[in-house]
């Protein structure tokens, strides 16, 4: 999957990330906040794209602490209130089944709000780690968490990497789902099958997401024109690249980029 892109709001949401220790990194993309001491609280809408990925976040409010699962299967606008300061994990495509056993199936829902449900969710010991981060800064607190994952990492048999691996696979588009199946000893509908059961989504879903994390960093990262980008990212042509993007982005190419970019060069 593509690396990381920085939300567009970044400076005005006291947006902090940290990448994780190398033991978590084949299953955890960044821990991240926003908000914070000091920071003058800001309502930011913000886009947030499709990728099997998950996270976990949790709100820091006054009463209960607010925490949420969010399953990354279609690109979500959501708007981030700073008003209290939030943490959260970034899980990789499959990263949240095979870290903390929570089974994509388990998301009925786009969003899954957690009231008093995280021991049966595979969510052991967090809750005394919530109640820590109100002490603490985001920066402690985000060691916090990273902490609390290693202990769950260490305490239970080492994580299948084997769908680890598929995914990441996919991922590179170096082969049709179907042929890296038949690689790997699987048939088509078996791949399928471990792919929904353990990651939530269909091969060619997985297809679809990584050309769209690629062609978002060509979009930013270059000047090369739609054309060029279609063809790089595996589009059959610039019209499949923009109805593909658009059907997921919720906005074409050509839009994506204008938008952007401008809101990088006013930063």
């Not at 990925?53 to 969010?70: E, H, N, R, V, Y």
């Not at 970034?90 to 089974?103: E, M, S, W």
């Not at 769209?212 to 054309?227: D, S």
Request: charged share 20%; proline share 7%.
């Amino acid at each position: 999957m593509a690396d990381f892109i920085l939300p567009s709001n970044a400076n005005d949401l006291n947006f902090r990330h940290r990448l994780p220790d190398k033991r978590l990194a084949p299953w955890v993309q960044c821990l991240w906040s926003i908000g914070g001491s000091g920071h003058l609280a800001k309502q930011r809408t913000e886009k947030f794209y499709p990728d099997a990925g998950a996270s976990l976040s949790i709100k820091l409010t006054s009463s209960l602490p607010d925490i949420t699962l969010c399953f990354n299967k279609t690109t979500l606008i959501e708007t981030l209130d700073t008003t209290a300061p939030c943490l959260g994990i970034r899980f990789k495509a499959a990263g949240i089944y095979c870290l903390l056993g929570f089974p994509p199936e388990a998301f009925t829902h786009t969003h899954h709000r957690l009231d008093n449900e995280l021991e049966p969710l595979g969510l052991q010991g967090l809750m005394p780690v919530v109640e820590r981060l109100y002490q603490l800064d985001s920066q402690q607190g985000l060691r916090l968490l990273e902490t609390w994952l290693l202990h769950r990492l260490e305490s239970q048999p080492p994580p299948n990497r084997r769908i680890t691996s598929i995914v990441q696979a996919i991922g590179e588009l170096k082969l049709p789902p179907q042929q890296l199946g038949a690689t790997l000893g699987f048939t088509r509908r078996t791949l399928e099958r471990k792919l929904k059961r353990e990651v939530g989504v269909t091969p060619g879903q997985l297809v679809a997401y990584s050309r769209l994390n690629r062609a978002r960093h060509g979009l930013l990262a270059t000047t090369l024109p739609i054309t060029e980008i279609a063809l790089k990212c595996g589009y059959y042509d610039q019209a499949h690249f923009t109805h593909a993007f658009q059907s997921l982005a919720y906005e074409t190419p050509a839009a994506y980029r204008k938008r952007k970019l401008s809101q990088i060069y006013k930063a």
